[in-house]
């Protein structure tokens, strides 16, 4: 990976707001989640009720995917990340502080959360992906990894 495909990503995950997260179940059916998050670097965060099954599926298989892209009205303009990642459940009062601060940052309304909700902070480390670019022809990619 270049460190021109490098900051591409960077800026990406930056300009976007959601990702679909993709799970999988004890039986391995895969699920895939919309979520909101933050990045830090290649590192996303993001919140949710502790009860999901995102979450329960998380605390039994850490591997999962995501991508990041938009609505693009013709093929050949399509951009976007899929990544292979590790997500961890927070638990530390300063890992939780952190995720909590980046998300507040790109998401003002989330400081107004009521506490009483059974909230968690999950953070997912890419290790592998692409980033796609069709602008560079059809089903283009560059590889990358973290």
Avoid: C, W
């Amino acid at each position: 990976m270049t460190e021109d495909t490098k900051q591409k990503v960077l800026d990406y995950l930056e300009k976007h707001r959601y990702m679909r997260l993709a799970t999988v179940t004890t039986d391995s059916t895969p699920m895939v989640h919309t979520v909101a998050y933050a990045s830090d670097g290649p590192t996303v965060y993001f919140l949710t009720d502790r009860r999901t099954r995102k979450i329960f599926n998380i605390s039994k298989n850490p591997g999962v995917a995501f991508s990041v892209d938009e609505d693009y009205p013709d093929a050949g303009l399509i951009q976007g990340i899929q990544m292979e990642a590790r997500a961890t459940i927070l638990s530390a009062r300063a890992d939780v502080e952190k995720a909590r601060d980046l998300l507040v940052a790109k998401f003002p309304n989330m400081a107004k959360m009521p506490p009483e909700l059974d909230l968690v902070f999950v953070r997912v480390d890419p290790e592998e992906g692409y980033f796609l670019d069709y602008t560079r022809g059809f089903t283009h990619r560059d590889k990358i990894e973290l």
